[in-house]
């Protein structure tokens, strides 16, 4: 795929247009957070309306990122996260699998698979950009949304209220151009904790062959069975109800 941004230049569109570049836009801003959300959902459109009939991409479903990935079938894997951390995965894989398999055609489809907030880049004319599709493939339209939640609260959950003014805002613009996928509030939790499963298989992975990855891996590992013990015991944090109440 190729590594050139897509952007959110539509004719007529609601939100802004521009030309590239400057990685990592602000997303504390409410009106970059409506463009994030913009882009987010005109990729979705752009990917319901054009046809790939030899698109031959990964499958990011419940079996691929839970069950066949790296984190619960690889030994050395299951050495880093130890016994407990590989037990609460492998419960949570269990509980949260029906609601990944949910869905229709409509709600499904090619998403960007890495969606995180240092894959978009602020465009100096306005408007936000789309980069790294290395990962693209066929999924629920939801993982990408999740992806840009997981890697926003990461780092927004630490000052009270950035979180959730962030996922507002968001959640605005991308519903100016397509509506929200079916059930969005019930099943955007299972789809933050599929994110976080698909970044244990990437951390598992790399740390051993990796210095910098093995340099953060292990908080990055500790944070995200954090959530999933959360979740077992009420709901995800990076669930918008969860910090609303």
Not at 3 to 11: D, L, W
Not at 17 to 26: C, M
Not at 68 to 73: M, R
Not at 116 to 143: K, P, Q, S, V, Y
């Amino acid at each position: 795929m190729s590594r050139s941004p897509a952007t959110t230049n539509r004719p007529h569109s609601p939100c802004s247009t521009g030309s590239p570049a400057q990685q990592s836009p602000p997303y504390r801003q409410p009106s970059v957070a409506q463009e994030m959300g913009c882009a987010t959902a005109h990729l979705h459109e752009h990917a319901a309306m054009v046809s790939l009939p030899d698109f031959d991409r990964p499958v990011w479903d419940s079996e691929t990122i839970l069950f066949k990935g790296h984190a619960l079938t690889d030994p050395s894997a299951q050495e880093q996260l130890g016994t407990e951390r590989t037990a609460a995965l492998r419960r949570v894989a269990e509980l949260i699998t029906p609601a990944l398999q949910e869905g229709g055609q409509d709600e499904r489809g090619r998403v960007h698979g890495d969606l995180h907030r240092e894959n978009m880049i602020a465009l100096f004319g306005g408007g936000i950009g789309i980069i790294d599709f290395d990962d693209c493939g066929e999924g629920h339209f939801l993982i990408d949304i999740a992806t840009v939640f997981s890697s926003v609260h990461r780092i927004g959950r630490k000052e009270p209220g950035a979180y959730e003014e962030f996922a507002r805002a968001f959640l605005a613009g991308y519903t100016r151009v397509r509506p929200l996928p079916a059930d969005f509030a019930r099943l955007l939790e299972p789809y933050l904790l599929l994110r976080d499963a698909f970044i244990l298989n990437f951390v598992t992975a790399a740390a051993p062959v990796n210095a910098v990855v093995a340099s953060w891996g292990p908080g990055r590992i500790a944070g995200i069975v954090a959530n999933m013990q959360a979740y077992v015991e009420g709901c995800h944090p990076g669930t918008v109800t969860c910090e609303q109440s």
